[in-house]
């Protein structure tokens, strides 16, 4: 497995906007269903977007139409877009990729996680 560096975290007002990045080393990048993941202070981990293989996306209800995840094989990329950023999208936010095909929100499904960036948005 290789290792993942999430960035592109930081603080915005409501309503802002960034793009988290997720940079992966290792061969299996292409192969691999990957997600972003959040923690918000005092509270469990959540998903927030993931990709499977075939690139079929999943969103939480709570992003969708607010956030989009992409990748880039080649460059061995993971984004994600974060639109109309709310105070309760802050937390650390997680990268992390799955031997399965379909990236849905089962932790235990991800085997590689990264060591997360904060996002803190303020109203």
């Known amino acids: 497995q290789g290792q993942l560096v999430e960035s592109g975290g930081g603080s915005v007002q409501a309503g802002g906007s960034l793009r988290l990045s997720c940079a992966a080393s290792?061969?299996?990048?292409?192969?691999?269903?990957m997600a972003w993941f959040r923690q918000a202070s005092g509270k469990a981990r959540e998903g927030v977007a993931g990709l499977d293989q075939n690139r079929m996306t999943h969103y939480a209800d709570s992003v969708e139409g607010r956030f989009t995840i992409s990748r880039d094989n080649r460059r061995k990329i993971l984004w994600l877009e974060m639109n109309s950023l709310q105070p309760e999208d802050t937390g650390m936010y997680f990268c992390a990729t799955s031997p399965y095909s379909t990236a849905l929100f089962r932790e235990d499904w991800y085997r590689n996680w990264g060591q997360g960036t904060q996002v803190t948005v303020s109203s």
């Open positions: 290792g061969d299996d990048f292409g192969r691999s269903a």
